[in-house]
């Protein structure tokens, strides 16, 4: 059985449509009948999309560098696994 976990493990492929025919068929039928796995794939597909077509652009040097910092500081803080 196909379940939501499974679902989430193949999101990246499902997103680049890189699934094979066994498996797209029962992608399928678990979203014809999972409300909850629909709109997680609709979601990360329209998210997807208003990220791409929203273009870059370039933030200020001095904010730039602060943010920068401000995220690393974050990521050392975080605890070892």
């Known amino acids: 059985m196909f379940s939501c976990d499974d679902l989430r493990a193949e999101l990246s492929h499902i997103l680049d449509d890189d699934v094979p025919p066994d498996l797209r068929e029962k992608i399928q039928h678990h979203l014809a ?43 050392r803080e975080e605890p070892k696994k």
């Open 33 to 75: 009948e999972c409300r909850l796995c629909t709109v997680l794939l609709d979601s990360t597909r329209k998210t997807i999309t208003i990220l791409t077509d929203t273009g870059s652009f370039e933030l200020p040097d001095n904010l730039s560098d602060r943010l920068t910092s401000m995220i690393m500081d974050k990521v």
